[in-house]
């Protein structure tokens, strides 16, 4: 056997191969797509039989060569009706290629014996035309396609190429028998090139798919790593939906998350709304519901209700796959475009790879969530103990110096009933019991704040008023204020208990750190829309960086912890707690020439003054002016 | 048990005032000092027989005040007095002899102080 010969053997059998890998996949999907890919390859196919078949028996007749090019005009039609599948075409050019066809059959079983040279011309153009138009389309989808997709529209455009100009090569050696020795090799060249090339496009190995499909899975993946962290639901979807769309080269995604009891579905919309509909609506629904892959080729018609939907997304071809981790149903993701997928198989496979990734990511995020509500949790509990404990302890030294004070007492009064009492004593179990009176309220105050937040009750109420009722119970002699106010009403929505609260605690606290007995002083204004105190002291300071960190639950500043006077760091949090849930804030400054002030600012209410200072009729005079000057 | 001297330490002006009468009816000599720093003056000055000593304080804490003690090879009776729920552990930290924890009454102190000097 000749190295042509074996060539030849070798074409034969990879086309038959070829013809069989098509026709079975045909046979178990018979989608329109597959099934022209097996009329073309079917054609061919029988013509390699045949002329195996007279080749071994030896037999041949005219009728046979006629029925041979009758088949072979099966390829051209074919291609045509591949090109409508993959690329679109109109319908004409359907039409038209199948009268062709018709017409060349005909001429070919009826009409190859008296005139083989016209039928062989007939069918030579036919091939040139119908061929180098699909091998056209078929580069451009390729050329519009990603992946996996691209690859195998491109082997096939090859495949197609390689294919007419192997028939061309084999035409011309029929009417120029001198090109024999050349034509002959390079025909067989040609169709052996055509045939890898057609089963690259038509049966791609895997290992050649997975290769294909690797760079938008990875981009894919790549994208949708960060997307557990992203908090916002709609962003989410958003960017899922774009990465889906993206790696499938579709014009199209939607990704519906279904509520927790699965009855009711939840899309984003373009306009960044969300759209909650019953879970088993559109063509996601309907997979979503029976938990499995649902291709649709005419969305509209197979769900009327909703055609309106599917007509303005142009989506005429729906696939949905649920997004489902283990058991648990978390929701649909469904492709859409304005054709068919080329290749449904690979489709559906990478819409269930990114259906299954989404999956992931929701579940990574539902754990991450669930994980640190139980931190906040936790976190809520120590809180609670160092607070219990902080408490306790804060508590036993005011008790400490009470329960010795009262057995002295008790003692003294058993030794000598007449002996005088002890003022110093005295002295400091008023003072001790009040300040454990102050601890407790300061406790029974942080716990209301975390358990209810702050008072409801918003009454407008003048700031001067309660400024003044807290220098009348706190202004003395070794605590001396200077107040500086205004005489207008400054009008804040805030219970006058809560308010006149925080202004206790910042006296209470610019006394504790003040140094020789400088005055606190205090400051009441009104900016623009906020009413604005100041409590400046002279004392200790607070180091910048620690200055905001005071205002957190049970934080003492470095410097104040050095210092004899005790407190639960409960004070500024709960002024915080207090302001910020009534609209305001809360914050230090240093005061010239050292101390800390504490600047607090809240809503306050429009005074009855501007409304009245409003011009009457702002609009009212211009008009007469001008009909005045026109006049 | 007369000029038995004992040196309180203690932030707390109330609570040395108080620790401080409390011994004294009971006809202990009493010094007083605010916080470790302060203590270590009053001990070179004089050496009491006996410190009541308050663990966190300013300036030098209960820890540090003990650690400058036995590098100077001081050796006084110590009796922690904390409000921390760690009094014991405290004590064992600083090699204390007892400790006492706050709130305590006139009973739990002089009984603590008796029961130090009688082991001393």
New interface residues.
């Given amino acids: 056997m000749t190295a042509l010969e074996l060539l030849f053997w070798v074409n034969r059998v990879l086309f038959v191969a070829l013809f069989i890998a098509v026709g079975w996949r045909a046979f178990r999907q018979p989608t329109r797509a597959n099934l022209n890919t097996a009329l073309l390859f079917g054609g061919i196919g029988t013509v390699v039989l045949i002329g195996l078949v007279t080749d071994v028996t030896g037999f041949t007749a005219p009728w046979l060569t006629g029925l041979l090019v009758a088949l072979l005009n099966v390829c051209p039609w074919a291609m045509l009706r591949l090109v409508d599948d993959f690329h679109g075409t109109p319908r004409w050019v359907q039409v038209a290629g199948m009268m062709t066809f018709i017409a060349l059959a005909a001429l070919g079983l009826l009409l190859f014996n008296e005139a083989p040279l016209l039928v062989e011309l007939a069918t030579i153009v036919w091939f040139l035309v119908v061929g180098g138009y699909a091998a056209v389309a078929f580069a451009r989808t390729g050329r519009r396609s990603r992946g996996l997709t691209r690859g195998r529209m491109v082997a096939v455009a090859a495949g197609v190429y390689l294919f007419i100009a192997a028939i061309v090569v084999v035409f011309f050696a029929a009417f120029m028998p001198e090109l024999g020795p050349v034509s002959g090799p390079l025909a067989q060249l040609l169709a052996l090139a055509a045939v890898v090339a057609f089963f690259l496009g038509f049966a791609p190995p895997t290992w050649l798919r997975r290769a294909w499909r690797e760079p938008d899975l990875r981009s894919f993946l790549e994208r949708s790593v960060h997307l557990s962290g992203v908090e916002d639901d709609r962003a989410l979807l958003l960017e899922l939906q774009r990465a889906a769309a993206d790696t499938l080269g579709v014009p199209g995604t939607a990704l519906g998350l279904a509520s927790a009891d699965g009855t009711t579905m939840r899309y984003v919309q373009a306009d960044g709304s969300f759209l909650e509909v019953p879970a088993d609506t559109f063509v996601g629904g309907r997979a979503f519901i029976a938990q499995k892959q649902l291709i649709v080729t005419d969305a509209a018609a197979s769900d009327p209700e909703h055609a309106e939907v599917y007509t303005n997304a142009h989506a005429l071809v729906v696939i949905a796959v649920p997004v489902t981790a283990e058991q648990r149903r978390l929701g649909v993701l469904t492709v859409y475009g304005d054709r068919a997928p080329i290749f449904v198989e690979d489709d559906l496979w990478l819409v269930q790879l990114l259906a299954d990734q989404t999956a992931v990511i929701l579940e990574a995020r539902r754990m991450a969530r669930e994980a640190s509500e139980l931190r906040g949790r936790e976190d809520a509990t120590t809180l609670k103990e160092e607070f219990l404990?902080a408490a306790?302890?804060?508590l036993?030294?005011?008790?400490?110096?009470?329960?010795?004070?009262a057995?002295?007492l008790e003692?003294?009064l058993q030794k000598d009933p007449t002996a005088p009492v002890d003022p110093?004593?005295i002295a400091?179990i008023v003072?001790?019991s009040r300040r454990l009176r102050d601890l407790v309220s300061q406790l029974l105050d942080a716990q209301r704040l975390e358990s209810v937040g702050p008072s409801a009750d918003q009454q407008p109420i003048d700031v001067h008023t309660v400024i003044r009722s807290c220098l009348e119970r706190y202004a003395s002699a070794e605590r001396p204020i200077e107040p500086a106010m205004g005489s207008e009403p400054i009008l804040v929505r805030m219970d006058p208990v809560r308010l006149e609260q925080v202004v206790d605690n910042l006296l209470e606290n610019a006394a504790k750190y003040a140094r020789g007995g400088a005055a606190t002083e205090l400051r009441v204004w009104r900016e623009e829309a906020e009413a604005r105190i100041t409590v400046a002291d002279h004392g200790i300071g607070i180091p910048a960086e620690e200055r905001t960190m005071v205002f957190e639950r049970f934080f003492r500043a470095s410097n104040a912890?050095?210092?004899?006077d005790?407190g639960l760091g409960l004070g500024l949090y709960i002024c915080r707690r207090l302001l910020e849930g009534h609209g305001g804030r809360i914050w230090i400054e240093e005061t010239a020439g050292g101390g800390s002030t504490f600047h607090v600012a809240l809503p306050a209410e429009p005074t009855s003054g501007e409304v009245y200072d409003a011009p009457a009729e702002p609009t009212g005079m211009a008009p007469t002016a001008e009909a005045g000057s026109d006049a | 048990m007369h000029d038995i001297r004992v040196l309180v330490v203690d932030?707390?002006?109330?609570?040395r005032?108080?620790?401080a009468?409390?011994l004294q009816?009971e006809g202990y000599s009493v010094e007083e000092a605010?916080n470790g720093a302060d203590a270590l003056v009053a001990i070179e000055q004089r050496q009491p027989d006996l410190i009541l000593l308050d663990m966190r304080m300013?300036?030098l804490d209960g820890w540090g005040f003990a650690a400058e003690m036995s590098r100077r090879d001081m050796v006084i009776p110590i009796v922690v007095m904390t409000?921390?729920?760690d009094a014991a552990r405290w004590a064992a930290e600083i090699a204390a002899t007892a400790s006492l924890?706050?709130?305590?009454?006139?009973e739990d102190?002089i009984r603590t102080v008796r029961e130090v000097r009688g082991a001393a």
Wanted: proline share 8%; aromatic share 4%.
């Fill in positions: 404990s306790a302890h804060d036993r030294t005011p008790l400490t110096v009470l329960l010795g004070q057995e002295l003692r003294r110093a004593g400091r003072r001790e912890q050095a210092r004899s005790t | 932030d707390e002006p109330d609570i005032a108080t620790v009468e409390m009816i605010a300013p300036v409000a921390a729920r924890s706050k709130p305590f009454g006139f102190l």
